[in-house]
Nanobody, 115 residues
């Protein structure tokens, strides 16, 4: 059974930083692209960042330069380092594994940016 478990969310002041983690189990991890998505209240889920099986990364324009996605294939984990956070970054952040024929999601971790 494939499982993705996110952690690291919380409440942070504007301008602050948070580091999210996602640990994957039940699947051969290293060959699949991974991503982070987010969903704010009343809005559709949107792409934040993706990382290929190697080091190729892609970012939403709204987070480029502030967020960094990385992966550790030995730990079967993907990370999202977030800095210079703004209130508009408030959302539930979801980890995603794209197997092509199937897509897997974690349950999400809440990130709230507020003073």
């Amino acid at each position: 059974q494939v499982q993705l478990v996110e952690s690291g969310g919380g409440l942070v002041q504007p301008g602050g930083s948070l580091n999210l983690s996602c640990v994957v189990s039940g699947i051969w991890f290293s060959i699949w692209p991974m991503g982070w998505y987010r969903q704010a209240p009343g809005k559709p889920r949107e792409l934040v960042a993706t990382i290929g099986s190697g080091t190729t990364t892609n970012y939403a324009a709204s987070v480029k330069g502030r967020f960094t996605i990385s992966r550790d294939n030995g730990k079967k984990a993907v990370y999202l380092q977030m800095s210079s956070l703004i209130p508009e970054d408030t959302a539930i952040y979801y980890c995603n594994l794209d197997k092509g024929s199937s897509t897997y999601w974690g349950r999400g971790t809440q990130v709230t940016v507020s003073s």
